[in-house]
């Protein structure tokens, strides 16, 4: 003579051991360490260093310019002109300045 009513204990506990089981691995999938809004984090962080770098590679070959620009080997005498004014004040005889 059978049981019919209720399913065998082992097998409920087996079922739900699996399922735990199986919404963990699902849970550290998508927020895990290595999950995927870990990976859209990382992409989103990896794009701003990218743009941030482009900037700063353009500010360096900026200063690389002036820099050179000032060097004894090749002396710009309009920026000269404009560092001195700009760092010392230093204005001409004929000029006028509006403050």
């Known amino acids: 003579m059978t049981r019919r009513g209720r ?15 199986g919404l963990y691995f699902t849970f550290a999938a998508v927020q ?6 870990k990976r859209i984090e990382v992409k989103a962080q990896g794009d ?9 590679q353009a ?3 900026r200063m690389e310019n002036l820099t050179a620009r000032l060097s004894d080997d090749f002396l710009d ?12 004040g230093l204005i001409r005889a004929d000029e006028i300045v509006i403050r």
């Open 32 to 37: 895990g360490d290595y999950g995927l809004f």
């Open 77 to 88: 005498l309009d920026l000269l002109d404009e560092q001195a004014r700009d760092v010392l």
């Open 59 to 61: 500010e360096v070959a």
């Open 48 to 56: 701003m260093l990218q743009t941030e770098l482009a900037a700063l």
């Open 7 to 21: 399913p065998p204990l082992g097998a409920v506990f087996y079922f739900l051991g699996t399922l735990m089981l």
